[in-house]
């Protein structure tokens, strides 16, 4: 399945679109996207869309350091198993 037919199916328990329009605090999305992220290795998994609505428009979203939200998520994740 391509990211446009996930996007068309909307969110589920294993998909979550996050807007970047609506935290375009770069400090606030991390610490959103660390939540979500660990939110969803508890249950099933599953695939975090930054910059897409929850009706499915993509809006895209500011550029990111992806390594820092990696380590903040690894960084949370050990806490929370501790």
């Avoid at 660990?38 to 993509?58: A, H, R, S």
């Avoid at 979203?61 to 994740?77: G, L, P, S």
Wanted: glycine share 8%; hydrophobic share 35%; net charge negative.
């Amino acid at each position: 399945m391509d990211i446009r037919q996930i996007i068309k199916a909307g969110e589920t328990n294993t998909v979550e679109f996050k807007s970047w329009k609506k935290t375009p605090n770069y400090k606030e999305m991390i610490e959103l996207l660390v939540k979500e992220a660990v939110g969803l290795t508890n249950t099933k998994g599953g695939i975090i869309l930054v910059g897409v609505e929850d009706d499915g428009e993509i809006t895209g979203c500011t550029k990111f350091d992806t390594q820092k939200i990696v380590e903040a998520i690894y960084d949370t994740e050990i806490i929370y198993r501790h």
